[in-house]
């Protein structure tokens, strides 16, 4: 059983910035990939962010390219969110993930608890 907890959520002002982590703990952890995800009040889970266990490739949804930086510290089981830049509708709870489905990496078995950002403008 994977355990996630992730931290670093709050609230701040548009244009401030933010670094979430999600410690990975369990027996025997290993992960190819890990992402985040987010939930905005009254709108669906969406996609934000993904990296490789293995080489750190990164994918990014597009309402955070070049905003967001997904990083990893395999030897802490740590996967971080560094978002830069954000935006009123950046406002969510974030979610750190492990453990894919599949090879496609779109969906995830193991969900932490989720930590809150709110951004204001």
């Known amino acids: 059983q994977v355990q996630l907890v992730e931290s670093g959520g709050g609230s701040v002002q548009a244009g401030g910035s933010l670094r979430l982590s999600c410690a990975a703990s369990g027996q025997t952890f290993s992960s190819p990939a890990m992402a985040w995800f987010r939930q905005a009040p009254g709108k669906e889970r969406e996609f934000v962010a993904v990296?490789?266990?293995?080489?750190?490739?990164?994918y990014y949804s597009d309402s955070v390219e070049g905003r967001f930086t997904i990083s990893r510290d395999n030897a802490k089981n740590t996967v971080y969110l560094q978002m830069n830049s954000l935006k009123p509708e950046d406002t969510a709870v974030y979610y750190c993930?492990?453990?894919?489905?599949?090879?496609?990496?779109?969906?995830?078995?193991?969900w932490g608890q989720g930590t809150r950002v709110t951004v204001s403008s």
């Open positions: 990296i490789s266990c293995s080489d750190g490739s990164t």
């Open positions: 993930t492990a453990d894919p489905v599949d090879i496609t990496w779109a969906d995830f078995r193991s």
